[in-house]
Nanobody, 116 residues
Framework: QVQLVESGGGLVQPGGSLRLSCAAS????????MGWFRQPPGKERELVAS????????YYADSVKGRFTISRDNAKNTVYLQMNSLKPEDTAVYYC?????????WGQGTQVTVSS
């Protein structure tokens, strides 16, 4: 079992930045690929970014490429999402997820609102 707790969400103006954190507890964090998903109001949940267990490969949705950066610190059992140049369309609940063969876990989500 893996427990995931996101933090760092909030209200930010367009063009601003936020850094989301996801702290993991439970089984060995470094065994899991990690991802950030988001769910805008009234829309489906979508994958924003992901990172392999050792951090050597990352994926970004086209909508966030060049603006968001995913990273992880296995010593701290934490994955991060640095979000720069935020746009109103980035407004969503952001969820952290952990994945391994036969296992998938969600965090509870953190709200990000981009508005002036």
């Amino acid at each position: 079992q893996v427990q995931l707790v996101e933090s760092g969400g909030g209200l930010v103006q367009p063009g601003g930045s936020l850094r989301l954190s996801c702290a993991a507890s439970g089984r060995t964090f470094s065994r899991y690929a990690m991802g950030w998903f988001r769910q805008p109001p009234g829309k489906e949940r979508e994958l924003v970014a992901s990172i392999t267990w050792n951090g050597d490969s990352t994926y970004y949705a086209d909508s966030v490429k060049g603006r968001f950066t995913i990273s992880r610190d296995n010593a701290k059992n934490t994955v991060y999402l640095q979000m720069n140049s935020l746009k109103p369309e980035d407004t969503a609940v952001y969820y952290c997820a952990a994945a391994a063969i036969g296992s998938f876990y969600w965090g509870q989500g953190t709200q990000v609102t981009v508005s002036s």
